[in-house]
């Protein structure tokens, strides 16, 4: 069954992490406050292989980086571990701020293009049609892999025997599919 990831309804009847990750993004009002920036929970708590090391992604829309990076830091920047970051990835200016709520880190990710634009919403979507379809015994080798230390994109282009930059691979490997 596809999940309509622009909502969190789906965590809130998800496995017991994710129905965890649903109390603490309600309960703090993380994405009503940055409601004004689109945010989508990415990765991999919607996907459910996050393991114990994981963090919540939220990825946002800015217009200007010095507002939402002024709108963060008053209403998180007084969370543990707080600290924040601007620079640029892929000619996109962009802004990192990492946090910890209810022992969950937390990490917000903004550019100035859509949510559905970016890469961690992309590889998202790809991430979970390839798991629909591969089933239970390829997503528990995504988990062992990432317990290993691999990071979701380059467990999953190990998986699928992609070579290259598994980012870029796997958006192409998401692309020859549709």
């Known amino acids: 069954m596809k999940i309509d990831f622009n909502t969190i309804a789906y965590l809130q009847q998800g496995s017991k992490v994710q129905q965890q990750v649903y109390h603490t993004l309600t309960s703090h009002r993380i994405l009503e406050l940055l409601a004004a920036f689109n945010p989508v929970v990415v990765g991999t708590f919607p996907l459910d292989i996050a393991i114990e090391t ?6 946002c829309q800015l217009e200007d980086v010095e507002v939402f990076q002024s ?3 008053n209403h998180f920047g007084s969370c543990t571990g707080f600290s924040d970051l601007v620079f640029e990835m892929r000619k996109q200016q ?3 701020a990492n946090f910890v709520l209810d022992d969950f880190p937390i990490e917000l990710f903004a550019q100035a293009i859509p949510v559905s634009a970016q890469y961690g919403y992309r590889h998202m979507l790809i991430e979970d049609e390839i798991l629909r379809e591969q089933g239970p015994i390829f997503k528990a080798q995504i988990i062992a ?3 290993e230390g691999i990071k979701t ?3 999953f282009a190990k998986l699928l025997g992609l070579k290259g930059d598994p980012y870029e691979n796997l958006l192409l490997y998401g692309t020859k599919k549709t």
Do not use: F
């Open 54 to 59: 994981s963090d919540i992604d939220i990825a």
């Open 71 to 73: 709108i963060v830091q």
């Open 94 to 96: 962009t802004y990192v």
């Open 145 to 147: 892999l990432k317990r």
């Open 153 to 155: 994109e380059p467990a």
